[in-house]
RNA sequence: GCCGGGGUGGCGGAACGGUAGACGCCGCGGACUUAAAAUCCGCUGUCCGCAAGGGCGUGUGGGUUCGAAUCCCGCCCCCGGCACCA
């Protein structure tokens, strides 16, 4: 027996009854309260001894003030994916902490006159409770905070480490300087403009003794990628910021007297080209300059390197890559060929990479040619081009070819030639093959006061001599006058500076440079596992356990520092028996980049931030949670408006309404609403487990939808809805933790839902029985008929065929052909002239 | 210049080579209300048509295919990265 269908006035009326007696959603209270609940319950203390572990890790903000929708973005989702597998039975692990040293602070703290520790505290604070409010799991209890001394600490030893197995060392080098910020930045630091990126005053260049790690003794190991799951848009930008070229180093014979060295090493890509060589071109730096250059030469050439050096970086960019040199008036041998070689110097020769000399082989490289074309340098053609009528080119020619004036290799393929020469120069001992990396080692000094102290000391005696192990950390004085001058502060403290040498006991002084804080970002997530522990940087028993995290996500602008910085951070440790495993993080997501409302990045100064706390004041931090996983591909961002989140708004209400509302009982069975149910956890769980949270979200729309239709046609029965409603909240936990936990209560279910396991779908139930076939002629679809899922092709045409608007465009003698896609359409084909 | 990603309604966005526009926002109409808000119901790519129905539609021009937003080739625009790397 069923119950007769209640007419729609009457279910209106029955259910605003129903609503005017239910008490409406209010976000603020119910969330509130679980928040505090849960944090008293100790809900989210991740039990670091389980067995079935999850790492899942989500960049650690910088704690430049107030959290604005830019942190809730990459948050919300990845605290929904960490909710998830909590659901599947695992142990998640799910910290966060601090990025609190650093710049900016300083600069802000001199321009208000506060102190950058109380700066930086004081926002922590501030955005502690904003992170509380957005409802994540947080395990508070692994808070990390890198400005503490318990954490910087480490990094002193780390670099004590580095500094034993030749990984830290001191040079001088040409750097990048910003004067205003009156500091070094790391070549990353300069934006492509030649500004700095954090004050955007254009960057000059100084010499000065700098502390660097060695990244470059990794290159090769970083260039594979192969031992984790990485969006290759990341590892492309990886292996492009490496730059590993394979080429030959060789020398040219240097014989002006007077001189010691009696050759000019060159590395080249293209050996095969060395006879067509007509002048060599040094960097402006290079230490042979000021002794080749002849005495009629000097002026110039003192003048260029003093330009060269001068230059600020947008200087350089700015003269359009018009190349400039000047002729040293020395000349060396090109062994290959026994011609002598006029030597020059120009700035398109980095003094860093390869051996900071270039050969000059205008035919066929096109800096070449133009800098041989402005001096009127000969550019003998030594690969001819295919189509190559024997005279003087009209550019450089880079591709393949055959080799002409090349002595013995005349007449080889130029790829055959390269390998011919490479041996040959070999054979002589002339040069070897070698790779060149565009990777330069990694500048750590910073000049600032608001760091990690470097734990050297400088004694007249004994030179640099780490400071022990023992007398860690070197403690970062408080009172330090902060003020920028090019030094950094902590030299104008004399209570810090002046120490005893550790070696020799005498009076010594300490460094006095601070590190970069992607020192801090190299390892913090190895730090959460045991935040406190004094007797190493880590439990070594939980890093083995724990460490590397299985999940990461965060943006992607961190694709060649912090991401690769901390990649040769781990193997480095790795090296030294710290931690396990070839890479620190197996799997990364990188969420796209939220814009302000006018498209742009948001920032203070554009004016242009959106505070979440008024919106989670407003709509509550479920809906807002939401509203950015609906808003779009998390990959993707883009610009935030507000536009879209009152239909979210309006869908929690219609959760809220329809999980504690009664339906009038059917009694048969409700196959319609078991399938709605099993295709949605279906949907569901398959988009979590891609990212894809805004059709999951979608598709939980539609199952609310469906449940409230079915429910109005009377055509649910008590068991089935039940499960609906279970399932409903299980997928919502996720996402929207407190409405999911209030609902779960009120619903008379036992706390938590946080702690039920993920529902599972039935494939049987999830299949679809009934199917829309499209019916085309010719392409064009005519009809849409329903039909039974497991129906056969001869019965599909047949209900095809008889379809009146189909038959309508057909005249079936002229039918060609006809294609069936099962389950999906019926397209007859007919010719032309009939349809 | 080179390497990625992208261009779909008024808007955010859906769509294993097979119903283009799911799910929302906005807008319009209606119910409820003294009224408004909230809520609920319906419509909503565009053009022709009273309708039935049909034409056109995924930056642009070609191609492959029974069938293309989706695959291939050329071009235009937007976003990100790199940019004298020998």
């Known amino acids: 027996m069923t119950l007769s269908r209640p007419r729609r006035e009457e279910m209106t009326e029955a259910k605003s009854a129903r609503n005017a007696a239910a008490e409406r959603y209010r976000p603020q209270a119910i969330e509130k309260k679980w928040q505090q609940k849960w944090l008293a319950d100790g809900l989210y203390d991740t039990d670091l001894n389980a067995e079935q572990r999850f790492y899942l890790l989500t960049m650690l903000p910088y704690t430049s003030g107030d959290l604005h929708v830019g942190h809730w973005y990459p948050m919300a989702p990845s605290d929904a994916v960490a909710r998830y597998h909590r659901m599947r039975g695992y142990e998640v692990f799910y910290p966060i902490g601090f990025d609190a040293f650093g710049l900016p602070a300083e600069n802000a703290a001199i321009k208000q006159g506060i102190h950058p520790h109380k700066w930086t505290y004081a926002n922590i604070d501030r955005m502690r409770r904003q992170l509380k409010s957005i409802g994540a799991m947080f395990d508070w209890n692994s808070e990390v905070i890198t400005s503490d001394p318990e954490y910087y600490r480490w990094n002193q030893w780390f670099f004590l480490k580095f500094f034993e197995k030749g990984l830290a060392y001191r040079a001088m080098a040409p750097v990048n300087w910003c004067p205003s910020c009156q500091t070094v930045l790391a070549n990353e630091q300069v934006l492509p403009n030649g500004t700095c990126e954090r004050c955007g005053t254009p960057v000059v260049h100084r010499d000065l003794e700098q502390w660097f790690l060695k990244t470059t003794a990794y290159a090769e190991e970083l260039l594979d990628f192969s031992k984790m799951d990485w969006p290759a848009q990341i590892t492309t930008m990886q292996r492009n910021w490496i730059g590993r070229s394979d080429g030959v180093k060789v020398a040219f014979a240097l014989d002006t007297p007077g001189v010691q060295q009696k050759e000019i090493p060159v590395f080249t890509t293209r050996p095969d080209t060395i006879f067509g060589v007509t002048f060599m071109v040094l960097a402006p730096e290079h230490p042979l300059v000021p002794q080749i250059t002849t005495a009629d030469r000097e002026a110039e050439v003192e003048a260029y390197v003093e330009r060269a050096r001068k230059q600020t970086e947008i200087e350089r960019l700015s003269i359009e890559r018009e190349k400039t040199g000047v002729f040293t008036g020395g000349f060396c041998r090109n062994l290959l060929s026994g011609e002598d070689v006029p030597i020059w110097i120009a700035d398109y020769a980095l003094l860093w990479y390869g051996t900071g000399a270039v050969m000059g082989v205008p035919a066929h490289d096109q800096r070449d040619y133009e800098f041989a074309k402005k001096y009127g340098l000969p550019i003998p053609v030594v690969i001819a081009p295919p189509d190559w009528d024997g005279g003087q080119l009209q550019q450089s020619h880079v591709g393949p070819g055959t080799m002409v004036n090349s002595g013995q290799f005349d007449g080889l393929r130029n790829e055959e030639g390269k390998r011919a020469i490479a041996e040959f120069i070999e054979e002589k001992g002339w040069g070897k093959r070698t790779v060149s990396y565009r990777l330069r080692d990694y500048l750590i000094s ?30 970062l004085p408080k009172d330090a006058e902060f003020k920028p001058t090019g030094d950094s502060p902590l030299a104008r403290h004399e209570a810090f500076v002046n120490t005893t040498c550790p070696k020799c006991g005498g009076p010594a002084k300490r460094e006095t440079d601070t590190m970069d804080t992607f020192m801090d970002s190299n390892w913090y997530f190895i730090r959460y596992l045991s935040p406190h522990y004094d007797r190493g940087p880590v439990d070594p028993e939980l890093a083995r356990r724990w460490l590397p995290v299985d999940q990461y996500t965060g943006g992607a602008e961190h694709a060649v520092m912090h991401l690769l910085y901390a990649r040769f951070f781990w193997k480095a440790i790795r090296d030294m028996g710290l931690v396990e ?11 796209g980049q939220i814009l302000g409302p006018d498209g742009q990045r948001m920032s203070k100064s554009r004016g242009n931030v959106v505070a979440p706390d008024e919106q989670v004041e407003h709509y509550g931090a479920d809906a807002f949670r939401l509203y950015l996983m609906f808003i779009g591909p998390w990959d993707q961002g883009g610009p935030f408006g507000l536009e879209g989140i009152s239909g979210i708004e309006r869908w929690l209400n219609r959760v809220w309404n329809l999980v504690q509302s009664e339906p009038s009982f059917a009694e048969d069975s409700s196959p319609e609403l078991r399938h709605i149910i099993h295709k949605t956890i279906r949907r569901v769980t398959e988009d979590i487990e891609h990212f894809r949270f805004n059709t999951l979200i979608a598709a939980l729309m539609e199952m609310t939808n469906e449940m409230t239709d079915l429910r109005d046609s009377g055509r649910v029965e008590r068991q089935a809805w039940s499960e609906a409603v279970e399932c409903l909240l299980l997928m919502l936990a996720p996402l929207a933790p407190h409405i999911a936990e209030e609902l779960w209560e009120r619903t008379d279910r036992p706390y938590s839902v946080h702690a039920q396991m993920w529902p599972l779908w039935d494939d049987g139930l999830a299949r679809e029985e009934q199917l829309t076939l499209v019916v085309q002629v010719n392409g064009k679809v005519r009809d849409r008929i329903e039909v039974p899922a497991g129906i056969e092709e001869a019965r599909a045409k047949e209900l095809a065929l008889a379809s009146p608007s189909v038959r309508k465009h057909l005249d079936s003698a002229n039918i060609q052909r006809v294609v ?9 084909v007919v010719d032309a002239s009939s349809g």
Do not use: S
């Not at 470097?454 to 403690?475: F, R, S, T």
């Not at 495993?581 to 969420?591: K, V």
């Open 820 to 828: 069936y896609v099962p389950g999906k359409l019926v397209n007859f």
């Open 581 to 591: 495993g070839a890479e620190p993080f197996l799997r990364l997501f990188n969420q």
């Open 446 to 475: 910073r000049q600032r006061y608001w760091g990690t102290p470097i734990p050297m000391v400088h004694c007249p005696k004994d030179g640099i001599v780490p400071v022990p192990e023992d007398q860690l950390p070197v403690l």
